[in-house]
């Protein structure tokens, strides 16, 4: 293992030093796998199976001699796994959670301290989205841990904040984010472009939290309005004040058939697809726009359907 992707890193403070210490060697260890060609994949590879090997080793006197090597290795691997475990789900208070669970096990500390604090960042209680906390991420020094801790934040903020109900902006930011992602993997953009595209991601996603507030319009109201295709440049034309009113009228119109779960009848959802076109025949919308905006509009009731009845 060490005379490959870790060839060249001196890691031999992990088997004597303090907690602290060990932490602060972690998002070097990172910095210096991400910054090898398929150095992350590499390295889960190997340590996969050298976990493996040990486990069916033990108890084998030899395995006491390596144990805080394999421990080293493991941790550097869970600190470098993109998903938290388990069932993949994560709860609003728990954006973070993947991040501060990063260090293993094998670090023992009578202190609270997460990745974030090794990396040299200041707050661990953070709020991802602003200015303040960006900025720290951009100033780190481990270039490619920075894009690792961006690119796990991004997508727990995607999955998490409101704009995870609104199915076409969400659809938009998981978009944005794999292209960006896919683009620094295949090194066709450096390190320090692919922070600025985050961080401007990060932004978008906060200012996307607000435009219901400017616009006048509620958490429903605005994913339907955005549901109406309103970059389309044939649909701009009806203005925003036309938009606004298509999409609380939407609102008001598929509320009132919560009685029936239109959602599994035929029938009746045949009834609102009729509803709908009838609005936006009403308002204008053009009408060779219509249909895509007919299934968009009714996919996105879909997802607000549950949260409507509960």
Not at 159 to 165: D, G
Not at 273 to 287: A, C, E, F, N, V
Request: overall charge negative; hydrophobic content about 40%.
């Amino acid at each position: 293992m060490s005379a490959t992707v870790f060839h060249g890193f001196d890691y031999g403070i992990w088997n004597s030093g303090t907690p602290k210490q060990k932490l602060d060697l972690i998002p070097f260890a990172q910095e210096h796998i991400l910054k090898q060609e398929e150095g992350k994949q590499r390295l889960l590879k190997a340590v996969t199976e050298l976990s493996q090997a040990f486990a069916l080793s033990v108890p084998h006197e030899k395995t006491t001699e390596i144990r805080d090597d394999v421990s080293f290795f493991q941790t550097v691997r869970a600190a470098l796994i993109k998903d938290s475990g388990g069932d993949g789900k994560k709860h609003p208070e728990d954006i973070d959670h993947a991040i501060r669970q990063l260090v293993s096990n094998a670090v023992y500390s009578d202190e609270v301290v997460d990745i974030f604090t090794a990396a040299g960042l200041k707050k661990p209680d953070i709020s991802i989205l602003t200015d303040e906390f960006l900025a720290e991420v951009k100033g780190m020094p481990q270039r490619n841990l920075a894009v690792e801790l961006l690119a796990k934040l991004l997508k727990g903020e995607i999955k998490n904040s409101k704009s995870r109900k609104n199915i076409t902006l969400s659809r938009s930011f998981v978009e944005m984010l794999e292209l960006a992602l896919k683009k620094y993997e295949n090194r066709a953009i450096e390190t320090a472009q692919i922070i600025e595209e985050l961080i401007e991601l990060a932004k978008k996603i906060r200012e996307a939290q607000k435009r219901g507030e400017d616009l006048g319009l509620n958490e429903d109201e605005i994913a339907f309005y955005d549901s109406l295709e309103t970059n389309e440049s044939a649909v701009r034309e009806l203005g925003d004040e036309i938009l606004k009113s298509i999409a609380r009228e939407l609102v008001k119109s598929l509320k009132a058939n919560l009685k029936i779960d239109w959602t599994h009848r035929e029938s009746v959802r045949a009834q609102i697809r009729l509803s709908i076109k009838k609005i936006l025949k009403h308002y204008k919308y053009p009408p060779d726009r219509q249909e895509k905006a007919i299934t968009s509009v009714i996919e996105q009731a879909e997802e607000l359907y549950g949260e409507w009845v509960a």
